[in-house]
């Protein structure tokens, strides 16, 4: 106000922001990888400058990756982990994607690195005299199957076999003998070479009567598609009975579990 005349000033609202970046694309879920695999991480951003790829180990911090004999493509949105070993079992991985902003570092979701020995296991099951148990048989990354063949041994005295099911579609069609008692036998073929992931292969049905080991025979192979042995670890399993409640005081053949009573 000057002079006794007022002054009309009026205000218009607004916004302040700024061109970030924003990832449309980024990792997601353990990467799974057999010794000696090779894998690639992607991550997509607009509104970037540059990207750089980092690592963790299990408890510990996160540091920035430099191309060499283990990666390729650390300051790329690629990038490449070359013929992994056991060392980098749980690792994790992320971008960080640099821009000319604040904040100028944005990180994406991280993935974690399971390397394991390929392996085909057998599961191992507790449950009462009389219960009907499934025992899985389990894979983790094994690459380049061609065929297996794996002679399943139990004791028929204590498992009652009842049948196979719910097999994986990477093992079809599989085979399945069982016409001697106390061995299973379970064959695959395939034409062209295929990688068993982590996951169950089929399940075995029995009734447990009393406890027995459930191991693989020396028979047991898993080939390429020439018949070279692969190097692949077989585990047993087994299944447990549960025992009598003695320390209660009830005589041997009394189970408090399942129905029993």
Do not use: K, M
């Not at 169950?200 to 027995?212: C, Q």
């Amino acid at each position: 106000q000057s002079g006794g005349s007022s002054l009309q000033v009026s205000y218009q609202s607004g916004t302040v922001g700024y061109n970030g970046a924003t990832l449309t694309q980024q990792p997601t879920g353990n990467i799974n990888l057999a010794p000696g695999q090779s894998t690639s991480l992607v991550v997509a951003a607009t509104g970037q400058s540059a990207f750089r790829w980092q690592s963790r180990s299990t408890g510990g911090t996160w540091v920035n990756l430099t191309d060499g004999a283990q990666y390729s493509g650390t300051g790329t949105s690629e990038l490449t982990i070359l013929s992994v070993a056991l060392a980098l079992n749980g690792t994790e991985y992320r971008a960080g994607v640099l821009q000319p902003t604040c904040p100028d570092t944005i990180f994406s979701q991280s993935r974690t690195l399971v390397v394991q020995n390929p392996s085909i296991a057998l599961g191992t099951t507790t449950a009462c005299p009389g219960d009907t148990i499934e025992i899985q048989v389990n894979s983790t990354v094994v690459p380049n199957v061609g065929s297996f063949e794996l002679d399943i041994d139990y004791n028929p005295q204590n498992l009652r076999f009842l049948g196979t099911f719910g097999f994986s579609s990477l093992i079809a069609p599989i085979n399945i003998v069982a016409n001697t008692p106390g061995r299973i036998r379970a064959s695959f073929t395939s034409v062209i070479p295929i990688g068993l992931v982590p996951e169950t292969l089929f399940h075995i049905r029995f009734i447990g009567r009393n406890s027995s080991s459930i191991s693989f025979a020396a028979s047991s192979e898993v080939a390429d598609t020439a018949g070279a042995a692969l190097n692949v670890l077989l585990v047993n399993g087994a299944f447990t009975a549960t025992t009598p409640h003695a320390e209660l005081g009830l005589p041997d053949t009394t189970y408090l579990c399942g129905n029993n009573s």
